[in-house]
């Protein structure tokens, strides 16, 4: 009996050894074909300090409960993202690749290479990746209120986004691209800047995302030959039909959003007419033919005013240029809308202090309800001068 014993032992742990050594292997296999040693080899090569977490599979199983189709939040082209839970109730988006390909483990690399670069406020931030599952898996910060794409044209939001708030959200993205081209360590265009690409965190602070296409810039050079690579609407003819990519390339595709955030229009539409499927297209014919108005959303006239209107629309135009040379640098667009929304902020101090002032002037027998008011104004007021960053 005690034979048998050790027998039935030492086969449990020869099978669990050979087990544990098969997924050893696999492990690495996938490690290898997911791109590791390449990954490794970029962050040495190029002194990247390297403060990206690697996640272990199980990690990742367990933070989306295998991966539930309940747990996505987004689908696309490359793949689906998941919604996670780590330890200590941290909230993560889990973007999986739906295949590996060459083509594949190179934009996944780029991605982490360029992420792993990048700190910027107005930035998605990479938490870590996972390397030894079937298919590469990214791993980000969550950011709760979806793309900026989904807050101008979905048709079941409770509210549509403010004036101030678009503002605030174009000053911030092209924040974000200016710091890319100017301020990072090595120049770095996006190639894919669209409304999609830019999400909102629950204060609806603009997040540029998604560097899959991105590619970095030599300083000595002012464009790089490449495959053409981006979203059709949003596209830089001039970098789709001489494949060199410049700078200009993303303020081309930042005058769409820009274009987005002022009539609502969607970026490609065949409810439009043959000429004017392409809203940089229309967007620019109507500009030039001063009919702007027309297809500007009217909710936004309103709130901001013509001639406010009229300056950012100035700005798209200018960046809607057809030939690159005369776009605008991304530092002059994102000075500009700093700018113009910092003038916006104080109107609208200026607004509140003249209703507080009506307020005090009531007296008699309202002036409990006038002085509620006046301390939600009071609010308002400190809200808005802190946002300004003042100094």
């Known amino acids: 009996l005690g034979l048998l014993f050790i027998s039935i032992t030492a086969s449990f742990w020869s ?35 390297a403060t990206t977490k690697i996640f272990t599979a199980e990690e990742l199983e367990k933070a989306t409960n295998h991966f539930n189709e309940s747990q996505i939040i987004g689908r696309g082209g490359y793949g689906t993202v998941y919604k996670g839970v780590l330890p200590g109730q941290k909230a993560v ?41 079937p298919v590469p898996l990214l791993v980000y910060e969550f950011i709760p209120n979806g793309t900026l794409f989904n807050h101008i044209h979905g048709k079941g939001l409770a509210f549509s986004l403010r004036w101030e ?19 990072a360590s090595v120049p770095i265009i996006h190639r894919d800047v669209k409304s999609a ?43 789709f039909r001489t494949s060199q990519l410049t700078e200009k390339s993303d303020v081309y595709s930042f005058g769409v959003v820009l274009a987005e955030l002022l009539t609502r229009e969607i970026p490609i539409s065949l409810a439009r ?27 936004i006239v309103e709130e901001a005013g013509i001639d ?3 300056v950012v629309a100035q700005l798209a135009r200018r960046c809607l240029n057809l030939k690159g040379e005369d776009r ?5 667009v994102a000075m500009e809308l700093e700018g113009l929304r910092r003038f916006r902020m104080q109107q609208l101090v200026q607004r509140n202090l003249k209703e507080m002032e009506c307020l005090l002037a009531r007296g008699g027998p309202s002036i409990e309800y006038s002085t509620d008011e006046m301390i939600r104004l009071n609010s308002l007021e400190n809200h808005m ?3 300004m960053d003042l100094p």
């Not at 934009?107 to 870590?128: A, C, P, T, Y």
């Not at 540029?208 to 596209?235: K, N």
């Not at 000429?275 to 030039?288: N, W």
């Open 328 to 332: 605008p640098m991304m530092k002059e």
């Open 93 to 133: 988006a889990i973007k999986k690749s739906k295949l590996v390909d060459g083509s594949q483990i190179e934009q996944f690399i780029n991605e982490v290479v360029i992420l792993s670069e990048i700190s910027h406020r107005n930035v998605v931030k990479l938490l870590g990746c996972c390397l030894e599952a």
């Open 197 to 239: 690409n830019i999400l909102l965190d629950e204060n609806y602070i603009a997040k540029v995302s998604d560097f899959g296409a991105s590619r970095s810039l030599p300083f000595d050079q002012t464009h790089i030959t490449t495959l053409v690579q981006g979203t059709f609407g949003y596209l830089d003819p001039e970098y």
């Open 385 to 387: 001068l802190a946002s």
């Open 308 to 310: 406010q209107i009229l």
């Open 165 to 183: 708030d678009r503002l605030r959200i174009a000053a911030e993205t092209a924040g974000a691209l200016a710091y890319l081209h100017s301020a």
């Open 273 to 299: 007419s043959e000429d004017h499927r392409s809203l940089a297209a229309y967007f620019v014919s109507t500009f030039d033919k001063q009919c702007l108005l027309q297809v500007m959303e009217p909710q």
């Open 15 to 49: 099978y669990w050894f050979r087990k544990k050594r098969k997924l050893i292997q696999m492990k690495a296999k996938f490690f290898r074909q997911n791109g590791g040693c390449l990954l490794q080899q970029q962050i040495t090569s190029l002194g990247i300090d």
